[in-house]
């Protein structure tokens, strides 16, 4: 049981959702979104998040909006059921697919795994390597930016800014991709590590969630893997150099094993996508 | 702690009742309206003794509001009567302390309804939201099995 109160709206525009969110923070509350809700309930149990004002957003038709040009848009709203059964984005749906379970990706949406508290977050890894844009929503307007630009260890949300929609470029979601979530035990669950890969323009591009306390993509770690200059070896050892912060060490498996996870993966990602010519 | 009257449609009813915004699905259902079949066990959406229906979907009530529920169509599973899922529970001895049951009864049963060709990569991937601490989880799948194959026959008439 939740053991503080909260005030609960359900608005049906954004305008109304941002106005709603600057109100109730000049009634000296701490509003947050609530899309899903499973996080803010679950923490909320335990008092790792608190909040006194709860703005749920599945009322507002931009977020749940599915719509397919030249482009895919999928709103923040939408529950990684939704995402899956849509059969629209094989990557990021081979990610969804592995993020909790079948019940409960029926309550958690696109927009709440991207903005988690939890570190996994591991619906941003495709949408980091497909350069997809994200549509965010302020009492200033409208504004979409690539999610490399935003996305640093987490979403860069000023206070208040919504997460509307997510737009990735069709033809980002045809390139060759892979990726892998290895636990500690049991095929569902949080990940040991959590490698994805795409291949574009003859090079091969990776995201990692479970490593460190965030997602990251880093190009660093990119170049060392695409210098064919190095053996295979070479490039992961180089690669590995450019881990942007500690390995997590904790109850998933230790940072040593997480290492030696990543190589084999990163070796398969080499072999399966590319690169490997060089391997000798 | 502020209450406001909510009403939900509850296994075919609709039933008014007092909450706070705060409080789950599964606590209402349990402590203020009596329908207990739902289980607490984790209270953290990992081991799906708290499963209900809400619109043809299962869900784990812990992980949502009461306040959510409004507007929709919620079957708990006190509002299942003779289904063949029950029974074959009952028949394939799918269940010990019976703790899971509930739980585990209103996942098949969705997955039944919507995917009555359902294949076994699809039935792993629905009962993996379900934890059992008793059976080894082979007579639930024969239960689960056993119902698809029933519904199957009697839609091919
Ligand atoms: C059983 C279970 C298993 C899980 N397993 C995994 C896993 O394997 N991998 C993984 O990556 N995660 C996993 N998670 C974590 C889950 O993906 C995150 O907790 C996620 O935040 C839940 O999404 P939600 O829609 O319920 O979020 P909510 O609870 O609605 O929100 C989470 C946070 O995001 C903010 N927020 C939500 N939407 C927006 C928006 N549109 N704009 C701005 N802010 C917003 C909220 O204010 C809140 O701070 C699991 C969670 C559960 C319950
Ligand atoms: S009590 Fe809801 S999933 Fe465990
Ligand atoms: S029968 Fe006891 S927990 Fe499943």
Redesign the pocket.
Known sequence: MISYDFDYHKPTAIQEALELFQALKKQGKKP???????????LGRVNE?VTDAVID?KAIPE?NTYKQDNRLILG??LTLTNVLDLQSFPFLEKAVA????NT?RN???L???I????I????VLPLLLTDSRILLASLDGLTEKPISELFHQELQ?KDG????QVMTDLEAIQLPFYIVKKRRQWGV???LITVAALRKQNKVHVAI?GLCSFPFRNKQMEDSLNNEQLSIDERIEAALKHIPATVLDDVHGSDAYRIFVLKNTLRDILRVLGGAENDG | MDENAITLSINGRDTTCFVRNAATLLYILREKLGLTGAKPGCL???CGACTIDVDGEPMKSC?MLAVEGEGKKITTIEGMKQTTIQSQFIEKFAFQCGYCTPGFIMNCHALIQKHPDATDDMIKNWMESNICRCTGYKEIEDAVKTALRQANQNTDG
Not at chain 1, 120 to 123: I, L, N, Q, S, T
């Open positions: 947050v979104y609530f899309s899903g809700g499973t996080e803010i309930i679950t998040l957003i977020c923040a709203a592995e993020i909790a379970d409960a309550k958690i949406t927009g709440g795994n903005c988690a508290n939890i996994y977050r591991e619906a949300l800014e919504l997460l509307v669950g949080y990940p969630s | 953290n959406g990992d992980l």
